[in-house]
């Protein structure tokens, strides 16, 4: 059995990961149907360059005008921070009551209500540690754990902290945390809006030098933000004394300080001293000249006309009233503007969405834009005296893009939005309390409407795939998420939307597997309970998703369990050569492989290729991938001469449709090299693995997945050609960094640490491969039992090591086992029987057995030049060890 083992197969499997147009699956958004994400850049260049401080992640949110510094509060803030403290800003229970906690922590957490200012007080400290040299401040909306992901992962390159790849969220985002424990420079960084702190209970940041601290912000009550070294701040509304200083501030910096009167602190009570309502109420005054009692009695009177709207038992955010008012006061006031119609349309869009930023180019999709114009109302034509005919309305006039970016302009300037259109990915920004009061004073079929104008939107801006682009598809998802919540079974009418896929597929495409696996699993769930169990374009689509996360999370059992499910219903519903069904009996075949189910993979596979052939031609995307996952089940049933002639197929076919770089095309000349390795043909295999290596290297990074695969696969070759330790020190790279990015017990990982041993062993380092591969066997048994082929190699290889450090009776016990296994489970001609066979031949001859020793490499010999050829190298070695061993017997 071979020692090394190549990953060719992982590599062409066919998937169906991704939902098209119209629900049908294609496979993943990547075109070939694979099961890997493809990723052709990195956060920013790594290595060699010199770290550029300070390091500044994230959009600190710019202060209001007339902020104001909230002195008492500070000093609370201040004093946790002198004494090595992080602060969590939170709400106070009742108004007014003024309560503060001043617990030791190395996070701060500030919990407030909505509106109460403590993002703004964040970014007040963010700024003033810029100001004063820190080293690294970073900024994160926390309402998404990924987001964390991606701002950490971000920093980590950027200071370069060890560990860091660049190409792994949270591989960089774990380095970046450990560099904040040991660093000595300073830092900041804040989480701004904690909504799980489940999720982001690992990444909360420390500092064991005392050099940094951490702030975050909160609307939660809850008792998981406190304690484990942080400490609670909650975070009221102003004082009378600030609510007054900034009106003043306001209208004075605005030159109308004339605005200023008698009613002002009557005005700031009214307003429950709630910043945001302040915030409302001075960009009013300040647009439409109103003095502040004029102001008050238009909140007054509003206010009255809201009791049936929202009763005040119904405020349950204490501060919704005040909000809701100003905001209404602010939208008729728009209405005067002659893109106030537009405004009011294009705020309901914005509500739908992530408070914490939306992307600038949705707001000038022709989604948008079509809805904006399909809710303008047609104009009449100017009145005429004495006419007898009715004329016919002015059409509406399609709304263009710069009148969208006119009407954020508009909602800015009366503090309902903040826009930044310097700021791509998260230009428009909401408080989440002027959200809630829109979508509780719009109607229901308005609400319905923004809602699917949003997904569209988002649908139409989402790159296809969209791995290139890990930040704004961070950001999508973020707003996704939020229009889920907001949009309830609106998206879902008279089907799932596509942005629900979208997002589902980033998931995969990212390789988010516990995230995607979660997603994946709601969308079942809704899919069962709004179109039932059965329905074959979306419920049984997003089972097959599920599997995928399954899959890739390395859950073998629990994907086949739902893949033969969906199989079996795709054949009854649909028939036998849909589409879909040939996507989901594909997708059985790859897991059957996964699992070491080759032959029930082989039948498959053949089944679909031959139907695609038929139904599709044989130039189809699909077609070329059912040729490449059959070959790569024949490659691990030993079947290299039918796997080398279908993989040069689908090389030449893809290297002439697709182009020599498309992922597609590396993958196949991977697998066409891993099968003439298999052949033994190795010095081809090194060409072409050389080849792959750098082009991954180059195109996707040094730690994707498929880079690693590629350099596994050159050290294999390394190996057979006897450059032990050249394959040794790719092998040592690939074995820290799979551990590092999948974890101890993935499939990869274990793969990596048994070719690692088995170059130990080719170098004479028998005790350490014995170490690993004991580790390797054990794993295999409980993670794949004790009959799955990766099982079957981990103890022949261990066996042979055993056999080199003089452990032959130890040796011979595995081997006998093994070769049993292999001639009932894989047949007496599968390579992997062949090379049981030869083990057990050579600790037969170490034993002194040497008759029957030389009786069974006979048959390895014989069987060898049949299957393999004269030439091979394994023909070699049985030819080889024959004549040695006739010579010392006779």
């Not at 503060?100 to 400290?125: D, E, F, N, T």
């Not at 004073?441 to 997904?455: C, H, L, M």
Request: proline share 4%; with cysteine.
């Amino acid at each position: 059995m071979a020692a090394q083992e190549m990953e060719g197969p992982r590599q062409v499997t066919a998937r169906a990961g991704a939902f098209a147009v119209g629900g049908a699956v294609t496979g993943s958004a990547l075109g070939d149907n694979s099961r890997v994400t493809y990723v052709d850049k990195q956060y920013v260049g790594q290595g060699g360059v010199p770290v550029v401080w300070p390091v500044v992640v994230g959009t600190v949110p710019v202060l209001a005008t007339s902020f104001q510094p909230r002195e008492e509060l500070r000093r609370v803030v201040d004093r946790a921070r002198g004494h090595g403290q992080g602060v969590v800003l939170a709400s106070d229970a009742p108004a007014g009551d003024g309560s503060r906690s001043g617990a030791r922590a190395s996070v701060q957490v500030m919990s407030g209500g909505g509106g109460v200012g403590k993002s703004q007080l964040a970014a007040a400290y963010a700024r003033e540690a810029v100001g004063e040299g820190a080293d690294v401040v970073v900024w994160v909306p926390a309402n998404e754990v990924q987001q964390v992901l991606i701002a950490y992962a971000r920093a980590a390159v950027l200071v370069q902290a060890p560990g860091r790849t660049g190409a792994d969220l949270e591989a960089d985002a774990r380095a970046f945390v450990s560099w904040l424990v040991a660093t000595d420079r300073r830092w900041l960084v804040v989480l701004d809006d904690v909504t799980d702190p489940d999720a982001i209970g690992p990444w909360w940041p420390d500092s064991q030098r005392g050099s940094g601290w951490a702030l975050a912000t909160t609307r939660l009550k809850d008792p998981r933000l406190s304690g484990g070294g942080r400490a609670r701040i909650d975070v009221d509304v102003y004082t009378p004394a600030e609510s007054l200083g900034y009106l003043t501030d306001r209208l004075t910096h605005g030159h109308k300080d004339h605005l200023l009167d008698h009613q002002a602190p009557a005005l700031a009570e009214a307003l429950g001293h709630l910043p945001l309502a302040l915030g409302h109420a001075a960009a009013y005054m300040l647009r439409e000249n109103a003095s502040c009692s004029t102001y008050l009695e238009q909140f007054t009177s509003r206010s009255k006309r809201l009791d049936e709207l929202l009763p005040r038992w119904a405020d349950t955010e204490r501060y919704g009233r005040q909000i809701t008012t100003t905001l209404l006061l602010a939208l008729d006031a728009t209405d005067q503007d002659p893109h106030g119609p537009l405004a009011r349309t294009a705020l309901r869009i914005a509500a739908c969405l992530d408070p914490d930023g939306q992307p600038a180019a949705l707001w000038t999709t022709t989604a948008l834009c079509t809805h904006l114009t399909q809710q303008q109302q047609p104009t009449a034509p100017p009145r005429r005296t004495l006419t007898l005919r009715r004329r016919p309305r002015n059409p509406v006039q399609a709304v263009t893009s710069d009148q969208a970016l006119a009407a954020l302009r508009l909602l800015d300037r009366y503090g309902l939005i903040t826009y930044d259109s310097t700021e791509n990915l998260r230009a428009v920004r909401i408080h989440a309390l002027t959200a809630r009061a829109l979508h509780e004073t719009t109607p229901e079929n308005q609400r319905s409407a923004a809602a699917i104008t949003a997904a569209d939107a988002l649908v139409e801006i989402w790159p296809d795939p969209d791995h290139t682009q890990r930040e704004l598809a961070a950001v999508l998802r973020a707003n996704t998420d939020t229009l889920t919540t907001h949009a309830a079974d609106s998206l879902w009418k008279p089907a799932p939307h596509d942005v629900l896929y979208r997002a589902g597929t980033s998931l995969l495409n990212a390789h988010l597997h516990s995230t995607a696996s979660t997603y994946w699993s709601r969308m079942t769930t809704d899919c069962e309970r709004i179109l039932g169990d059965e329905h074959p374009h979306h419920t049984l689509n997003a089972r097959a998703n599920l599997a995928t996360s399954y899959y890739q999370a390395g859950r073998t059992d629990d994907a086949i369990a739902i893949e033969e499910h969906v199989l079996a219903d795709y054949e009854r519903i649909l028939g036998d050569e849909h589409p879909d069904t040939l996507n989901a009996r594909n997708n059985l075949a790859a897991s059957y492989r996964q699992a070491g189910r080759t032959n029930d993979a082989i039948t498959l596979e053949e089944h679909v290729l031959a139907d695609r052939e038929r139904l599709l031609g044989n130039e189809h995307p699909d077609t070329l991938s059912a040729r490449a996952s059959l070959a790569a089940s024949y490659w691990q049933a030993g079947r290299t001469d039918d796997a080398i002639t279908l993989l040069e197929h689908v090389l030449a076919d893809r290297e002439r449709l697709l182009g020599n770089e498309h992922p597609n095309t590396l993958n196949a000349r991977n697998n066409l090299a891993a099968s003439y390795w298999q052949a033994g043909r190795t010095d081809e295999a090194m060409t072409l693995e050389e080849r792959v290596l750098a082009d991954c290297e180059r195109l996707l990074g040094d730690e994707h997945p498929d880079t690693l695969a590629a350099r596994n696969n050159l050290a294999s070759s390394y190996w057979q050609a006897g450059r032990t330790d050249d394959a040794i020190a790719i092998e040592e790279h690939v074995l820290a960094d799979r551990e590092r990015l999948l974890g101890n017990e993935h499939p990869n990982t274990l793969a990596a640490r048994n070719n690692l041993a088995a170059s130990y062993r080719q170098a004479g380092r028998t005790d350490e491969a014995i170490t690993l591969e004991e580790h390797v066997l054990a794993d295999r048994e409980r993670l794949l039992g004790n009959e799955h082929p990766n099982t079957l190699n981990a103890r022949n290889n261990l066996a042979a090591s055993y056999r080199q450090a003089g452990r032959t009776d130890e040796a011979i016990t595995l081997e006998e086992h093994v070769l049993a296994d292999c001639e009932r489970i894989l047949g007496d001609e599968h390579p992997d029987t062949l090379s049981a066979r030869a083990s057990l031949a050579a600790s037969y001859w170490q034993a002194g057995r040497t008759d029957e020793a030389i009786a069974i490499e006979e048959r390895v010999l014989a069987d060898r030049e049949r299957i393999l050829g004269d030439e091979h190298p394994d023909t070699r070695s049985a030819r080889d060890a024959l004549s040695r061993w006739r010579s010392a017997g006779g």
